[in-house]
């Protein structure tokens, strides 16, 4: 066997097909001696194994032949160092990588540019920033790459203003350095920043490459910057890059963020080569904007059409599950990564996450909680996301339990996990706990109450009557009060029938949000539920005079993984004339268990017989009857309500579980009730 010299010179990737084949090539030469004949004069033959290992996953390797190199008394060239500085990087080891520097100068070779450029990227990719400008600043070579390189370095610590300032103090740029601090800018989130930089090398006349346009489309679809990202779109159909993946990509991802969803998917449906990607930014998109419907349908027609969803897939997908109520595509998602993905339990903390998130928000807190005890290695976000979905279901003393857990274990507690702590507390009408955690949160741990923790405690207060306590905590906030919490505050004079301070808080609302249905409806239940029907139409007058629209309650129920939604009165759905005759059988078994409708809360001065069909007809009663007649019997009923869940319903939802033999799981804006034999978890206070 011979190997020319000229064969050496190409590296050995171009000749083997993977590294395993150039394992077995380096082991031949071994076994033919050529170390130790005269191709050991060949510094080829030593370079080329050397870059060969620093280019695969075995720099440690590349290091060892380096050091079996020097034993061998043959002397390193130029072309030695560059691989030897990026494998010494990739371990990373500074002594060593000092060491190597150490050869350097001894032989001579600082002046070389390609060495003294890996010097600095070495010390730059180690975060040795000082080592890194001490070798910049004392050599004369200061190329695009050098000053590249230290740049990157800076960014890669967040030290921008040193990036920046080395930046414009370089004589030329090129493409590689402006790219550098405009992902720079993006990574640390400062995409104005971004794009105002990109903006400045247009004008400079550098023309921008792929990476430019990608990651600039980035900062535009993060900032909402929608006429750059035109410009920019406008830039590459002018210069026929239509047919890129990652640019069509980019600009899929850039419209969807920014609300431009018909856009997204005109670009995504008259694009021939998609890839997983394409699938994914779509897919993401429409579960940024809340149109989560539209999520799993293209997550549907995407499976269909035989791509394989990966973990970014089910990161866009599951929240969509969870929104909707889609537990049994939540359940085959499980599924599929428990076949697909095996170790994903302990490396991919993010996804089962986003997995125990689902099944707390789709009803199956059980199965959160059998996903979140197989997480091997926890994340503060698996434990915020379990306290939370305790939290939703009036699980308090669990999830204040949990809580305690997870201090225990070593995790410090952030804002996201107070707010699911108060939640609980707040939903279970636990005054004294609650208020305990909010000090603790403050004293114990140095958090900043924002407005949903202030939030949580002045809907506990509220809700347990103390408005004069709640009002005192507004007073004492230092930052100013939301409609959310004049809200609140609103929703439990409700409970209490207290109309004076009702039309006070109602007021406060209007004053923030001048268009908030939900304060003209819970005013109007108020004035209603007291008989005063000319307050009723004057505040619906006020509220149609101010061009205000009530949002339609909408409750929706998964059936064999078909999410199926109703609106009040609805009579649309394929099967209407079955699920109102099981509507008029449910009436007729409520009438014989003697419930009677609260007609006062029908905000209309109607005849009683009418305001009952109004009330027999909510979107959640259709839901209910849709579900008895379209699952097994006994089969849990899970619905999802996009609105609080009114007296009537909630009290003919108790009765319907008994009468049927049904647990009803129902979530409502609020929370969830888990009606069974008759009782609802939320023990009537919601």
Excluded at 93 to 105: A, D, E, P, R, W
Excluded at 317 to 336: R, S, T
Excluded at 480 to 489: F, T
Aim: hydrophobic letters at 40%; aromatic letters at 10%; proline letters at 3%.
């Amino acid at each position: 066997m011979t190997i020319s010299s000229l064969s050496l010179m190409t590296p050995p990737q171009n000749h083997c097909n993977n590294m395993e084949s150039f394992k077995q090539l380096h082991a031949h030469f071994f076994k033919l001696g050529l170390p130790n004949s005269h191709f050991t004069h060949q510094i080829i033959i030593w370079n080329t194994i050397i870059r060969a290992y620093s280019l695969h996953s075995s720099p440690s390797t590349a290091i060892h032949f380096y050091n079996f190199m020097l034993l061998s008394a043959v002397q390193p060239n130029s072309y030695t160092f560059p691989p030897i500085f990026k494998s010494s990087a990739r371990i990373p080891n500074l002594n060593q990588g000092k060491q190597i520097h150490g050869h350097v100068f001894k032989l001579g070779l600082s002046s070389d540019a390609f060495i003294h450029t890996s010097i600095i990227a070495f010390y730059a990719q180690i975060r040795e920033l000082d080592h890194a400008r001490l070798v910049f600043d004392k050599s004369p070579l200061r190329d695009a790459v050098s000053f590249t390189s230290l740049i990157t370095g800076y960014m890669n610590v967040g030290r921008l203003e040193d990036a920046r300032k080395l930046f414009d103090e370089m004589p030329v740029r090129d493409a590689v350095s402006w790219n550098c601090v405009i992902s720079g800018y993006v990574r640390f989130k400062l995409f104005e920043e971004a794009i105002d930089l990109f903006h400045e090398m247009r004008r400079a006349g550098i023309r921008p490459d792929e990476s430019t346009l990608v990651t600039v489309l980035s900062a535009c679809a993060q900032s909402g910057d929608l006429t750059t990202g035109e410009r920019i779109e406008t830039w590459i159909v002018e210069r026929n890059l239509s047919s890129n993946v990652r640019l069509v990509n980019a600009l899929i991802d850039m419209y969807a963020k920014c609300n431009e969803l018909d856009k997204a998917r005109s670009l995504f449906d008259n694009m021939i080569n998609k890839n997983i990607v394409t699938w994914n930014v779509m897919i993401g998109g429409y579960t940024h904007t809340h149109r989560y419907k539209e999520s799993l349908e293209l997550f549907r027609t995407m499976l269909q059409s035989n791509y394989e969803a990966n973990e970014v897939t089910f990161l866009s997908v599951l929240p969509a599950c969870a929104h909707m109520g889609a537990l049994d595509i939540g359940k085959w998602i499980h599924a599929y990564i428990g076949k697909n993905f095996p170790e994903a339990s302990n490396t991919s903390t993010s996804l089962f996450t986003s997995l125990i998130d689902m099944y707390a928000k789709c009803g199956d807190i059980e199965a959160a909680e059998t996903v979140f005890e197989s997480v091997t290695h926890k994340s503060l976000a698996s434990w915020n996301a379990m306290i939370s979905g305790l939290a939703m279901h009036r699980r308090a003393h669990d999830a204040v339990k949990l809580f305690k857990n997870m201090v225990d274990e070593g995790f410090t507690p952030d804002d996201i996990t107070f707010v699911g702590v108060l939640s609980a507390c707040s939903h279970a009408g636990l005054v004294n706990q609650g208020q305990q955690h909010f000090r603790s949160m403050i004293h114990d741990y140095n958090i900043s109450p924002k407005l949903q923790h202030f939030g949580c405690l002045i809907d506990l207060l509220a809700r347990a009557g103390l408005f004069k306590e709640a009002m005192n905590v507004i007073k004492n906030m230092d930052v100013n009060p939301d409609g959310a919490i004049w809200g609140s505050l609103l929703g439990a004079c409700t409970l209490y029938k207290n109309v004076q301070l009702g039309e006070y808080f109602a007021t406060k609302v209007l004053e923030l949000e001048p268009e908030n249905s939900g304060a003209y409806t819970l005013l109007s239940n108020l004035y209603a539920a007291d008989g005063k029907w000319d307050d009723v139409a004057r505040i619906r007058t006020k509220f149609k005079d101010n061009g205000s629209k009530r949002i339609p309650g909408c409750t929706s129920i998964e059936v064999d993984g078909t999410v199926h939604e109703f609106l009040a009165s609805d009579k649309s759905h394929p099967m209407s004339d079955e699920i109102y005759a099981m509507l008029e059988e449910m009436n007729r078994r409520l009438d014989e268990f003697g419930h009677v409708s609260d007609k006062s809360l029908v905000l209309y001065d109607m005849e009683d017989e009418v305001k009952e069909g109004v009330l027999c007809q909510h979107s959640e009663r259709l839901a209910i009857a849709f579900g008895l007649i379209s699952t097994k019997p006994g089969a849990t009923i899970r619905i999802m309500k996009n609105l609080r869940v009114c007296g009537n319903c909630h009290s003919a939802t108790k009765l319907i579980s008994k009468i049927f033999r049904r647990e009803i799981i129902a979530r409502d804006r609020n929370r969830f009730h888990h009606f069974k034999n008759g009782v609802c978890s939320c023990m009537d206070c919601w």
